[in-house]
Structures are given as C-alpha cells and as structure tokens.
C-alpha cells in the first residue's frame, strides 16, 4: 500500500495534477485486484487484456454482486483520464459484455475504454442463453428486482471500490450510456440515482417496459396470426409495403432521398396495393394482410378504442421488418414474438404463467390491469427528472423515426410531458435533449437508407462537451 501511495503521488507530483494523467498500472496491480475484498461482494478474476482494436491495455476484473449479479470492469493499465462510462444491457440481458464482442456503441464498453475511461456493465443479475431468454425469471422476484434497477447501484458500487483500490482515487465525471432496455436503464439511473452520474446518453429507451413488451408486442403477434396459428403477413411483403411508403411519402419533407422525416406528416393509402379477385402473390396485399398493418400501424387498442400504448409501427421502418416482424423467407428474425412469449411467460405479471404462455392469451381488457406490480420494478417513463436536474445532470435522448421495436411516439409522449413539468421545452433543453433521427433502426442496429447507424453517432463526445465545457449539443 505504501508503494502504490507512492507512485500514485509521484505521477501528480511529475504530471502536475489530475487531469489526463497516465496513471500507470502493471500487470501485477492488476492481478493484486483478485484479493480485493468488498462488501456483500468479491471479485472471481482480474487479468490484463491487449485490445487492437481498441489500442488500449487494460485490466479486466469480473465481479459478482450478491445475490448473483455479475458485474466486469475494464480499467486502463497506461492512461486513465479520470472518468468513469458505465453502460446497459439489451434484450432481457444476461450475456455479459454481449455489445463489446461487436465492437458496437450502443451498451458497449469499448467507446469509452478508446478514450481512456475506466468502464463497466452487468448481466442485471442472471445468466440467459440469449438476450430473448427469461426463464430466469420465473417465480423469481429479486432477480427481477435487480434486472429492474438494482444491477446499476450495484455495478457503481462495485466499480467505485476497485477504481479506488486500483489508482487509489474516484472518478472525476461519471456517465452512464445505454439503448433499448439499455436505454430504459439509462432513465432509472436517472430517476433512481440521480446524483450518481454527470452525463446520461438514453437511446430508444424502452421505459414503459410492461406497455412495450407485454401490451404493444402481444397486439402486434396477434394481428399478424390467423384462426390456425400461422403468420398472415409473411416474410418478403415488408419491400412491397416500403416501396409504396416511399412512393407516397418521401417527397413529405420537400427531398426525395429514401428517408421519411418525421412518419407522423405522413398519410399512406395501402389499398392501392389490394389484390384483385382471386390474386394472391407477392405483388399485391389481401384483406387480411392490410388488416395487419392497419393494425400494426395503429397501436394496442382495448374494445373501447382507448389507446394502451403511445402509436404503432411507424411509416418509413418497413426496411427493418425483417429482423423485428416478419423475418425472411429463409428465415431468422422476427424477434418480436420471441420477446412477447418470453416476457408474458415469466416476467410481466406477479404469478408467472410459464412456458405454456402464448403472446395470442393476453387480454386486452383485463391484463393491462395485471401489469401494474410489475410495472413498479421495471418502468422508468415517470416524467418528472426534477433530483437529476438539481444535481446538475445533463442527458441526452435519441430515438430513430424507423423503429419498428420500441416505438419512437412514445420517447416523444415522454419528453413532452417532462418538459410540461420543468417549466416548458426551452427550459428542460438545459438539461435534457432530446434528438430523433429520421430513418435510424432501432439502436441503429441495422443501416439506414442514408447509410445511418449507431456508428455515424457521437454522443459520448457531445456529452462530454456539455458537463465538462457548457456546449450544448
């Protein structure tokens, strides 16, 4: 401890203060982590790992939080810049690190490491087969406690006391980045923690999770499934339906360029597309497949025509219909119902049905009700962000106008009734902005039209000028 006192303290002395310094760590430092001790927590490996990607040598220690949240961390062996970026998970999670095994932006670590952040994620406290998997949710309160928002304390926690044991020293700025369920973590950050990060990137944030998945989802399976259990819109007619989008709406925002600005300008009249009598094949539509996307397009509604869920599908996202609705002819995709299934069988409501639950038993006057416990654990769309704004938090908040999954009309139903309770959109714009993105995916995971993605993005530097230098982004 004295040597590590020492040479910390030399390196300000020789440095001249906190900021950018090269705060040097050996490999030895790094495996001495596994003798870390921690409350109700300890560390299973700590080895140094040689990224070229990313050009950075860094320690990576993994943790486990009790009950059973694993936690990694990633901290800088040569340069350490002072700062913490802690990210989501997507999906139900429980592949830990997922994201960074792309080398993406959205919920991964690696952006941050390549700027010289020490970062960390979680599983949110289980182990899944894959991000659409929730058995482990099944009679399972606390894991869904955790998964809810306990796994963002505790991988703070966690990361806080190694970065201090490791360079003997808090972070000076903390931020935290995630999209989709990621970026509903983003927003209970916020809500429940809100002084524990500076900056805040939320993107397509999935914050009324029990409306998204169980009510939204389940209507969207429904629609689309016949009188013997088969899919009626099948793969290969989402191109017919894009191209007449296109045709009818492109030209909306004055520019022809495959990208629909803002779907909600936008009017499309399908019929022109219906089949003639006795036709049926690829070039035309029937009356059953128009239904589903009327149905689609307008959003879960209960017998009364109330509204359940903010909007539909949005017009413009038909390029994306493949991998969330419809899949391909030769299949994969179409993960939406894998969600609904999922997410109705072991996590939406307080007595779990199991696996015998299908999207197709969800009723539509009585479950609403149903989710409202659950709701409690999992929702972060309470627009009211007046503690992380007093604290002094900025967030930016992203969606993309062709998400087919998380549905961009709710982020824009949220903003507007935050900025109602902060005094009104030019005053909550010191805070929290909000930008939507016309023809982005959902996370931007696959490319636009325009060629738009996660990657065109630049959000971590455009948070870090707005805590760190007052510009706005």
Known sequence: MKHRFFSATLVLILTGGTGGVAWARTTQDCEALRNHVMDGAYVTSARVMTSAKQLVDYCEVRATTLPSIAIEVRLPLKEWNGKFYQVGCGGFCGVLGRADKKY??????????????????????????????????????????????????????????????????????????????????????????????????????????????????????????????????????DDLIGAEVMKQCDAEDGTEDGIIEDPRRCAVDLSVLRCEAYQEDATCLTDAELEVVEKWRQGPRNQAGEQLYPGGVPEGSERFWWLWLTGKPEGGGRLIPLFAKNFGAYMAFEDDPGASYSPLDFDFETDPKRLEAMAAIYNSDRPDLTAFIAAGGKMIVWHGWADAIVTPYKTVDWYEKLASNTGGKEELKKNVQLFMIPGMDHCGLLPGANGVDQDSLNMLEALEDWVEKGIAP
Not at 107 to 136: E, F, K, Q, V
Not at 154 to 165: H, P
Not at 184 to 209: C, E
């Open 104 to 237: 993406a932006f959205v919920n991964a670590m690696g952006p941050g490491l390549a700027r010289g952040y020490a970062a960390a994620t979680s599983d949110s406290g289980h182990h899944g087969l894959d991000i659409t998997d929730a058995s482990w949710a099944h009679n399972n309160l606390p894991a869904e406690r955790d998964f809810g928002w306990r796994a963002i304390g505790e991988t703070n926690r966690v990361t806080m006391s190694l970065l201090d044991a490791f360079y003997n020293r808090k972070p000076e700025q903390s931020y935290f980045q995630g999209c989709s369920n990621g970026g509903r973590l983003a927003n209970m950050a916020a809500l429940k923690y809100p002084q524990m990060f500076s900056g805040i990137i939320a993107g397509a944030p999935a914050m009324d999770y029990t409306g998204l998945v169980a009510v939204k989802m389940a209507w969207l399976v429904q629609a689309n499934t016949d009188k013997d259990g088969k899919a009626i819109l099948k793969p290969g007619k």
